[in-house]
């Protein structure tokens, strides 16, 4: 089993590792780094794959390392049907991408960098799926944001990249928080803290007063990250990445974290009237008004890109649908989806990359020119459509056996489901078929076959596609049984075959056929009026984002006027008072003011002396009449502190009070004597009360609370401690000291690094002034010019 640990262990890091080594493989091979790369992931995938004789025999693996026992929290992972599944597709639909990748930006001046940008993505969604803790989930969710905002602005020197990336941090950034709250909440309820432990806690999740908080909190994660209505909006603009970003984004990896999140908390979560009404809502918004918007496009990437969102609705509808096929067809599809959209993606970039256009008005033609990606795009265009022999043939038919139940709720669904579908069916077509067919059209580049690590990629997974619907029943017996059943969380058997169900989900399946050659038939026709009822409806989420953050930053910009108005003496004021506030309403509110003075009784003359002289020098700064005066009068306090460190047996404390005042009175004079300030307190009567006030106010709760403190009894648990292991554990015998270097090593350490790096800071504003003050200086009459 340690064995086993360790590998799996391995794995997760290959892609990390390949980010490191991604630079210099490039630096030494070019592109043809890609080969070398792409087996990181491959053996990632190959190490998963002989999981799937075990994970089909009903069995889960799990491992990991424990990190804070007292809190529960582990560095764990777990492999069932559903995690196991989204880690084939990770590591090798990104063996593909990583050869893709290497083709697509050969010679890019950043290929690289974009490596190791793509390992750092795959190696975050790979933890996501397989973690079995909450904490290692929720770190490789906010990862996952964080790398695909790299991936997304990687062309970094266009605005729109560059507001692309931003939108989808901001959105996918704030869902993660949702998502955190809502972890929290199910920890406090069930005190798991485990995603292999959970799924017995359903019956008291959901009877919880606080599960609708909680669903809502995850359902503001999954949405977000899965761009569910009306958070959509982020996919489409995503485009702006690379074209293997987007190929490897939509079709294994960031946009499907939100639904993996859902199906791997059915068990949890689901099978409530929240569960049921919430998802199939926003679910079939997601998938009509992803379709509708595809189907306006002539960008071959953006019509992907909104089928990949309604898709990603018709994933959500069906999760929480609650028929009895319902999750079956929901993993079928989702598989399904993997396949035809990534070689779909591939196709669009090779098109872009060997004819210089993604436009769809502009391509036709180009079968003899580029037969093998004419074959890969076809292939994918009808496992899209959902026809046979393809596997996107056997999810349609299990998403329509589903929802076909017969009353009015499954009627409406299924109805917004056949409009879907049909729309993709179309615009399916209008990507792998029209681009090919017709009269060759005029191109900015000349158009011929990619070289084979662009069409390697697409042809497999059309390959795929074809393969897993003529071998169903081992792709169901290794795949989709396992998954299926680790989401409903009992035994499932997925039969479904290239024999279709023969009944209602038969006709509705002809139905969307038909529908959808009808708008293929009509495209220019059916782009005009989808174009035109997007216009009247006006403005959508895309700029509603726009103006929120607008308006969020001249509210930033509003507050930090009022918060900071770039006055000092308002800064330190808030400061006291709300010191003050912090020592006095505590002990207040809570009935902990003193009892009473407990004097001392008896005080020595010496002692009289020191308190003396510390009254003498208050005195003296309340009555100094100019600032050097009273910065010297103040030394007097820190000096008296120190002679009663002194006389109590504390002689190192008192060495450094002595240190510290000497050195402070020394620098403030010095700084005094640089700054241009007004020898005495000019102040109104009005602010010197004021100011007098707080400063009461300050020393009365310092007062109270050490009076507080000291009245009780005196624990000596931390004193023995220090006392019994300063000797024995760190071997020094000034017990202060210990506490210093060794005890509280790591403070001190970092209070050293803070007065290097002011010091630092200090040298470097004394550079700036110098130099700018030798710019500012008038010429020498009497240095001899350069040209003497």
């Known amino acids: 089993m340690a064995g086993v640990t360790g590998l799996t262990f391995l794995a997760l890091c290959l892609p990390f590792i390949g980010a490191l080594a991604a630079p210099f493989a490039v630096r030494l091979f070019g592109a043809n780094a890609a080969w070398f790369l792409a087996l990181f992931p491959l053996l ?18 799990t491992g990991g390392y424990v990190w804070v026992p007292s809190y529960n929290l582990s560095f764990s992972w777990f492999l069932d049907g559903l995690s196991l599944t989204f880690a084939l597709l990770i590591t090798g639909i990104g063996t593909l991408i990583v050869l893709y990748a290497g083709g697509y930006l050969k010679g890019h001046r950043d290929h690289g960098r974009f490596f190791s940008f793509i390992f750092l993505f795959m190696g975050s969604m790979l933890g996501l799926v397989v973690s079995d803790s909450f904490l290692m989930l929720f770190i490789f969710w906010e ?27 901001v959105v996918t950034g704030g869902g993660g928080l949702c998502l955190l709250a809502g972890l929290l909440f199910i920890w406090n309820i069930t005190g798991v803290t485990q995603l292999s432990l959970i799924m017995e806690a359903g019956d008291l999740m959901r009877e919880s007063p606080f599960y609708l908080a909680t669903l809502l909190l995850v359902l503001g994660g999954a949405f977000t990250k ?7 909006f982020w996919l489409p603009n995503a485009m702006e990445a690379p074209t293997p970003v987007s190929a490897y984004l939509h079709s294994a990896t960031m946009v499907k974290a939100g639904v993996y999140l859902l199906l791997r908390l059915h068990p949890l979560l689901g099978e409530t009237p929240a569960w049921e009404i919430l998802l199939p809502f926003f679910g079939g918004m997601t ?35 609650g028929s009895e096929y319902a999750i079956e067809a929901a993993v079928l599809y989702l598989v399904a989806h993997s396949l035809f959209k990534g070689a779909l993606f591939m196709v669009a970039g090779i098109l872009d990359h060997e004819t210089g256009t993604r436009d769809i008005t502009r391509l036709s033609g180009l079968a ?20 046979p022999p393809f596997f996107g043939f056997l999810a349609k038919e299990e998403i329509y056996a589903a929802l076909a139940i017969g009353d009015l709720r499954s009627i409406v669904f299924t109805s917004v489901a056949i409009f879907g579908n049909a729309l993709m069916f179309a615009i399916a077509f209008a990507v792998g078929l029209k681009p090919f ?74 139905l969307t056929i038909a529908l959808g050659f009808a708008i293929y038939f009509q495209l220019d026709r059916s782009r005009r009026l989808a174009d035109a009822f997007f216009r009247a409806a006006g403005p959508g989420p895309d700029t509603g984002f ?25 800064y330190v004021t808030a400061t006291f008072i709300l010191l003050a506030a912090i020592l006095l309403v505590p002990l207040y509110l809570y009935g902990e003011l003193p009892a009473g003075i407990a004097w001392p009784d008896h005080v020595r003359l010496h002692e009289w002396a020191v308190l003396l002289l510390a009254v003498i020098g208050l005195a003296a700064v309340l009555t100094a009449r100019d600032r050097l005066t009273a910065i010297a009068a103040l030394g007097i306090q820190g000096l008296s502190v120190a002679l009663i460190f002194l006389m109590f047996g504390a002689p190192d404390l008192a060495f450094t009070q002595f240190m510290v ?44 609370l050490l009076l507080r403190a000291t009245s009780g009894r005196f624990d000596t648990a931390l004193s023995d401690f220090f006392n019994t292991y300063s000797k024995t554990i760190a071997h020094g015998t000034n017990v202060v000291n210990v506490i210093i270097v060794d005890f509280r090593g790591t403070d001190t350490l970092g209070e050293i690094a803070v007065v290097a790096i002011a010091a630092l800071a200090i040298i470097a504003l004394i550079r700036m002034r110098a130099g700018t003050e030798r710019k500012l200086a008038p010429p020498n009459p009497k240095q001899p010019g350069r040209g003497t």
């Open 44 to 61: 990632s995938f190959l190490h998963f794959l002989g999981f799937l004789p075990e994970i089909a025999a009903g069995e889960v693996a």
């Open 143 to 169: 990862l996952t944001s964080i790398t695909s905002f790299l991936l997304i602005g990687f062309n970094h020197e266009r605005e729109a990249a560059r507001r692309a990336a931003l939108q989808a941090l």
């Open 226 to 232: 899965s761009a569910q209505f009306p958070f959509h």
């Open 287 to 321: 998938l009509a008004t992803g379709a509708a918007l595809a189907i306006r496009q002539t960008d071959l990437k953006l019509k992907l890109a909104y089928t990949t969102v309604s898709s990603l609705g018709l994933l959500v509808l069906l999760t929480g649908f």
């Open 368 to 387: 003899s020119a580029m037969p093998l990606t004419c074959a890969a795009a076809l292939a994918a265009a009808f496992s899209m459509a959902g026809l």
């Open 437 to 510: 067919i017709g009269k060759r059209s005029e191109t900015p580049k000349p158009p011929h076959e990619a070289p084979v690590l662009l069409w390697i990629g697409p042809t497999l997974l059309a390959l795929l596609g074809f393969v897993a619907a003529i071998f169903s029943a081992s792709v169901h017996r290794y795949i989709s049984t396992p998954m299926a059943s680790a989401v409903e969380h009992r035994p499932v058997e997925i039969t479904i075959s290239l024999m279709p169900h023969v009944g209602v989900p038969l006709l509705l399946s002809v």
């Open 546 to 570: 726009d103006i929120f953050i607008s308006g969020l930053v001249r509210f930033a910009h509003r507050i930090t006027g009022i918060l900071q108005p770039g006055r000092l003496e308002i």
């Open 661 to 704: 005042e000497t050195l402070a009175v020394v620098i403030l004079a010095l700084v005094m004597t640089r700054l241009r300030l007004s020898p005495t307190d000019r102040r109104p009567r009005g602010q010197r009360l004021l100011d007098a006030t707080i400063a009461l106010a300050c020393g009365l709760g310092l007062t109270l």
